[in-house]
């Protein structure tokens, strides 16, 4: 079935043996996750129209050119559409990038009953560099907010199909192995700050870069990623995550006016901590999945240091957070942030 449902869409033709590629040694593997099956559409403060995954897509692709030491996978998941409204389309493209050149762009179909990532799995396996295991290798995610309990409607498209980070953890393992988990995972989603998120994806990576509260739909910045070979100096990925973190955290504190948060986690060091607050988080997390369609519960965000559970000597541990309060609102005279977002239930009162 993935052979008949990915062939039909091949744009290029695979080149790797043509002589204008060039014969570099591959040094980086970059995959994009694109969600684009939802309202990504946004204004300026000038009024112009943006379509943010759409921006991704081409700003990966630019990424892509600008490396001619890596081999980049951009996955892009579309809205459903048909054609004269009777045929579905395929609603997932598919590129691949080697030493700055394209090398290969499909149509795929999304439209799976579990949002899986089998076929952009297997995409990955045909297409990689596998001979090689010393690549340091970048994992990128961008979308809304990933649910942490099991809720319907995080596809526009497909309202009824379940997609969490436990989705997304399982995806992240159909990619990695023993040997290739990834050195860095970018969660350019609203709310990835969580001691549940950064614990569930902690397997398959070395460091995460997460936004804790909201995140702009500018989403990070790609830059730094341009030419590797340069600004991963030495392959050192911890201060190369810092570097990205403080860059996408300069770009966002000149364009709004909300809080910007951006955090970098060690994953070894984190690791004391979140296993230290795991239960009192599932418990929440329990409680708003039970309540779900209750308005005894009011659900809040709030920086974990603000509850006494989660306020242990260890929540620094870790963690360097990027912080910049709201210019204006409630939360303007907050100043820092311990790097990690909780649920504070509140029972509302009866009016």
Not at 65 to 85: D, G, M, S, W
Not at 131 to 140: A, E, K, P, S
Not at 234 to 262: C, G, M, P, Y
Not at 325 to 346: A, D, V
Request: with cysteine; glycine share 4%; hydrophobic share 30%.
């Amino acid at each position: 079935m993935f052979l008949n449902s990915c062939s039909a869409g091949n744009f290029l033709e695979h080149k790797s043996d043509s002589s204008d590629i060039s014969q570099l040694p591959i040094k980086y593997s970059i995959l994009f996750i694109i969600h684009g099956d939802g309202n990504y559409l946004y204004h300026d403060t000038n009024g112009k129209k943006h379509i943010a995954d759409i921006e991704v897509q081409k700003k990966a692709e630019w990424i892509a050119k600008q490396n001619p030491q890596a081999e980049v996978f951009i996955f892009h998941r579309k809205p459903k559409e048909h054609f004269l409204f009777f045929l579905p389309k395929k609603d997932g493209e598919f590129y691949y990038y080697r030493n700055g050149q394209p090398i290969e762009n499909k149509l795929y179909w999304n439209n799976q009953k579990k949002s899986n990532y089998e076929t952009e799995a297997e995409f990955y396996k045909r297409y990689s560099v596998t001979n090689q295991n010393d690549l340091t290798r970048i994992f990128l995610y961008f979308g809304h907010e990933i649910p942490e309990h099991s809720l319907p409607g995080y596809d526009a498209s497909y309202p009824e199909r379940i997609f969490t980070i436990n989705t997304l953890s399982t995806g992240l393992n159909k990619f990695t192995d023993d040997s290739s988990k990834f050195d860095l995972i970018i969660l350019s989603t609203c709310y990835g700050g969580t001691p549940y998120t950064i614990g569930k994806l902690s397997p398959f990576t070395n460091f995460i870069i997460a936004s804790p509260e909201n995140l702009h739909l500018s989403y990070f910045d790609l830059e730094p990623l341009k030419h590797l070979e340069l600004n991963l100096y030495k392959d050192d990925v911890n201060s190369f995550a810092k570097i990205f973190a403080k860059n996408a955290f300069e770009r966002l504190s000149k364009d709004v006016h909300t809080t910007v948060s951006i955090a970098v986690y060690d994953v070894k060091r984190v690791g004391e901590y979140i296993n230290s607050v795991q239960k009192y988080y599932d418990t929440a997390l329990t409680d708003i999945e039970e309540d779900s369609f209750s308005i005894s519960t009011k659900k809040e965000r709030c920086d974990c240091a603000d509850i006494s559970e989660y306020r242990l000597p260890t929540i620094n541990e870790g963690v360097d957070m990027f912080y910049r309060p709201p210019l204006f609102g409630r939360s303007n005279n907050k100043q820092t942030h311990s790097g990690w977002e909780c649920y504070s239930l509140n029972e509302k009162l009866n009016q």
